[in-house]
């Protein structure tokens, strides 16, 4: 294991100190689920929120809660296509 390998450990093991989902007990069940789905979204590496209400990354709760839309969808797709250090090979030459 090298330098890079054991920093990219630490981190790792640093963001799942520090991520925590909280969800309300007195939320109603839609309402708690739709907090849960937008959490996740962070969870996954959504960081930032959304400007529209349509989307489960909005950056607040609406009437009507929506579903995972493509725009979400679209976005962790372009977060995880992006190139990282963070990790470690599976194979070595």
């Not at 309402?31 to 789905?37: D, H, I, V």
């Not at 607040?60 to 470690?88: F, K």
Request: aromatic content about 8%.
């Amino acid at each position: 294991m090298d330098e890079m390998d054991l920093m990219a450990i630490a981190l790792v093991l640093l963001l799942c100190w520090l991520l925590e989902i909280l969800i309300s007990p007195t939320q109603g069940t839609e309402a708690a689920q739709a907090a849960l789905r937008h959490e996740l979204g962070h969870g996954l590496g959504i960081w930032g929120h959304s400007d529209r209400p349509t989307d489960v990354m909005y950056y607040s709760q609406v009437r009507r809660p929506p579903r995972i839309s493509h725009r979400d969808m679209t976005t962790l797709r372009y977060v995880y296509e992006q190139p990282t250090r963070l990790g470690w090979c599976l194979l070595r030459d």
